[in-house]
Structure formats: structure tokens, C-alpha cells
């Protein structure tokens, strides 16, 4: 990611000759900051080696349903991952857990949330992987948004 994007820099900064006034100038500008999120992101993507390994994603939902689903597979560690994601910018779309044990090839108890935002019900997912089991009614993702799960 460019330097900047991550503050919503709506201009360009020059890597080799920067102007001293850029910086500043974009911070004065900016409408947003996921630095934090980004954080977040590169934190889950260390911790997690299936998300290091480079490889083939495939598609574990079918092209009619609301929720795109893509499975990697580890080919130098046991993992498997998961990322449901929701196109839809404003409903959130459900799904039953018990549609991808098969996929990530493990129980539900076996899989945990990894998402490095928020989790449907408020509580900060970062703090402490959630088992799948635990959303026994079902897991929503939010409008434009995703769930990263794993098993393994």
C-alpha cells in the first residue's frame, strides 16, 4: 500500500524527492484514518501462516449467493482460511457456520474467527479468537465488509 492511502491522502507523495509541505498538507485534507486498521490487518497476516504462504485462493460459495468465499489452502502448514466476504454496501447477508466446516475440513469448535475489526456483536475480535461454535444462530457480515476465519 502507498504511503499516504491509509490516511485518505487524496494526493500522491513523492518517495524518492518528497516536498516537506506533503505530509502536513495531506494530514490537513485527509477524511480518514485505518492506519489502525492496517496495523491490525499486517498483525492477523503474521500470525496466521497460512495468510504468508502464496497460493491459489478458490471459491467456496456458489456465484448466486449473497456472500463471496474464498479457501486457502496451506501447502507448508496444516491451516486453512477462510474470507467471507459481503459486497452488498448496505444489507448485511448471513451464513450458517455449519456450511463451511466442510471446506475448512475441520469441526466448528475448531475454527476461529480471526477478523481484525469488530465482530457482529460488538465485542473487539482481536482480543480473543472466537470458536465458530459460539455463533451457534448464525454469523453476519456487515455490509462491505469481511470475517476471516481459520482451522488448523
Known amino acids: 500500500m502507498p504511503i499516504g492511502c491509509e490516511l485518505g491522502f487524496t494526493r500522491s507523495l513523492h518517495g524518492v524527492e518528497p516536498i516537506p509541505d506533503d505530509w502536513e498538507v495531506g494530514l490537513a485534507e485527509s477524511a480518514f484514518d485505518i492506519s489502525d486498521y492496517i496495523g ?7 500470525q496466521t501462516p497460512v495468510l504468508n504462504e502464496k497460493g491459489r485462493q478458490e471459491r467456496v460459495t456458489s456465484p448466486d449467493e449473497p456472500l ?3 479457501l486457502r489452502r496451506g501447502e507448508d502448514t496444516d491451516q486453512r482460511g477462510l ?6 454496501p448496505e444489507q448485511a447477508q448471513g451464513f450458517d457456520p455449519a456450511a463451511i466446516t466442510g471446506p475448512l475440513g475441520a469441526a466448528a469448535e475448531d475454527i476461529h474467527e480471526i477478523t481484525p475489526a469488530a ?6 475480535a482481536d482480543a480473543e479468537a472466537d470458536a465458530l461454535a459460539r455463533y451457534e444462530a448464525g454469523l453476519k457480515v456487515a ?9 488448523g
Open 40 to 46: 491490525r490487518v499486517n498483525a492477523m497476516k503474521a
Open 68 to 70: 463471496v468465499g474464498l
Open 83 to 88: 474470507v467471507l466476504i459481503n459486497p452488498d
Open 119 to 124: 465482530t457482529a456483536d460488538g465485542a473487539d
Open 143 to 151: 455490509p462491505r465488509s469481511i470475517r476471516v476465519l481459520v482451522a
